[in-house]
C-alpha cells in the first residue's frame, strides 16, 4: 500500500495497488490491522460475540456467503430460503441475539445478517463481521448485499445490480474523516461478480427484469434522495425532477443508502462482494413508498432469488474444485 496521498490540507486519498483485491494464497481474508495482534481477544461489541468465548473456527469456518440486508424479516426469510434451497435444517438461531442491535442467521455456508439503516450502522457491521470471517479462518467468502432502493426510470420491481458505486454528489468514494482529515476511499465493485450476477440474471431469471447500472448511496432517505415529502423541505418541485433527471443521465438506476460503504469496505479488504436491490418506486413519479406492505414484501424476495442462483452455482464449482 502507499501512503496517504495529501490532496489538500485536509482532504487524504488512500491509493492502493491491486493486491488489495487479492486475499491471502489460501483464499483467506488479509486483515490490515497490526494492533489486532495486540488483543488478548477481541470483542466483537454489537454482535455479541467474542474470541474467548466464541470457538469462531469451529462455529464459522465454513461460511462462503455473507449476506446481509436492512431488516430482520427479511434477512430471516432469506435464511429459512436458502435452507430449503440448500436442503438444510433451518435451525432458527439469532447468533447475535445478546446484541440487541444486529441479527445473523447461518444456513450450511450461508451466514444472513441484519445491517440495519444507512452508512453507519451498515459499516459497524461490515467492521465486526470482516473480522469474524477473519478469525473464523473462512475461505473465499463473498460478501452479497440484498437490498431495497428508489429506481430511477426504471419499473417498480426491477431488480439492480450495482456495477458503480457513488455518493450523493456522484463521486465513487466512501468519505469518512479520520483524525480531523477527509479519507477518501474508492467505492469500486467487483468485476468479476457484477458479471456472474449479469450472466445469471439473463439466463435464468425470465419472472422480473434485472438490470445493471450505477447506484447512488446518500446519507437520507429525504432530502438528499430529493423527496419531498419530509418533515421539512427547501426543495421546489422542478428542482427535485431537475436533479433527478440528472441522475437519470449520469446512467444512475437506483438511489439507496448503504452502497459506497458496502463496496468500498469490501474493495478495500480484497473481498469480493456484490450489491443486489430491488426498486420499490419509480422516483421520476413520485416519492411515497405506498404499494400494499404484502406487494412490498413479496418485491424484495427478489433480489434472494439471484443470490440464492449466485451461492448455488458457487457452491457446486467449489464442490467440483474441493474447495
Ligand atoms: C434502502 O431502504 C432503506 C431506507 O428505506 C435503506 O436502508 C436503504 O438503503
Ligand atoms: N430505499 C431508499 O433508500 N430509497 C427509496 O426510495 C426506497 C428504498
Not at 38 to 62: E, K, M, N, Q, R
Not at 155 to 181: N, Q, S
Not at 202 to 229: H, N, V, W
Not at 233 to 260: P, R
Request: proline fraction near 3%; include cysteine.
Amino acid at each position: 500500500m502507499s501512503l496517504p496521498q495529501k490532496q489538500s490540507s485536509e482532504t487524504y486519498e488512500v491509493t492502493y495497488d491491486e493486491s488489495r483485491q487479492e486475499l491471502s494464497k489460501n483464499g483467506e481474508v488479509i486483515i490490515r490491522n497490526p494492533h489486532l495482534n495486540g488483543l488478548s481477544s477481541d470483542v466483537l461489541y454489537h454482535l455479541a460475540i467474542s474470541t474467548d468465548t466464541h470457538d469462531l473456527p469451529a462455529l464459522f469456518g465454513d461460511v462462503k456467503f455473507v449476506c446481509v440486508g436492512g431488516t430482520l424479516k427479511r434477512m430471516k426469510q432469506f435464511a429459512e430460503y436458502m435452507a430449503k434451497e440448500l436442503d438444510i435444517q433451518f435451525d432458527g438461531k439469532d447468533w447475535t441475539a445478546a446484541s440487541f442491535r444486529y441479527s445473523m442467521f447461518k444456513v450450511g455456508p450461508v451466514l444472513s445478517v441484519t445491517h440495519g439503516m444507512g452508512i453507519s450502522s451498515l459499516s459497524i457491521l461490515m467492521h465486526e463481521i470482516i473480522k469474524l470471517v477473519y478469525y473464523a479462518k473462512c475461505k473465499n467468502v463473498v460478501f452479497l448485499r440484498i437490498g431495497t432502493s428508489g429506481g430511477i426510470g426504471v419499473e417498480p420491481g426491477t431488480v439492480v445490480i450495482t456495477d458503480k458505486a457513488v455518493d450523493g454528489l456522484l463521486r465513487p468514494y466512501y468519505e469518512l474523516y479520520i483524525l480531523g482529515k477527509v479519507v477518501r476511499r474508492p467505492s469500486i465493485c467487483n468485476k468479476e461478480l457484477v458479471e456472474e450476477l449479469k450472466s445469471i440474471a439473463a439466463q435464468e431469471i425470465k419472472d422480473f427484469p434485472t438490470i445493471s447500472g450505477t447506484t447512488m448511496c446518500t446519507l437520507d432517505f429525504y432530502e438528499s434522495q430529493a423527496r419531498l415529502d419530509g418533515a421539512f423541505c427547501d426543495l421546489t418541485a422542478q428542482q427535485k425532477i431537475d436533479f433527478l433527471n440528472k441522475l437519470k443521465d449520469a446512467n444512475v438506476v437506483n438511489i439507496e443508502m448503504e452502497a459506497i460503504t458496502f463496496a468500498s469496505m469490501c474493495h478495500y479488504t480484497g473481498i469480493q462482494g456484490a450489491i443486489i436491490c430491488v426498486t420499490l418506486v419509480n422516483r421520476l413519479l413520485g416519492d411515497q413508498v405506498s404499494a400494499n406492505k404484502d406487494y412490498l414484501y413479496q418485491l424484495q424476495t427478489r433480489p434472494q432469488i439471484l443470490a440464492a442462483k449466485l451461492i448455488k452455482k458457487r457452491l457446486a464449482l467449489y464442490k467440483s474444485q474441493n474447495i
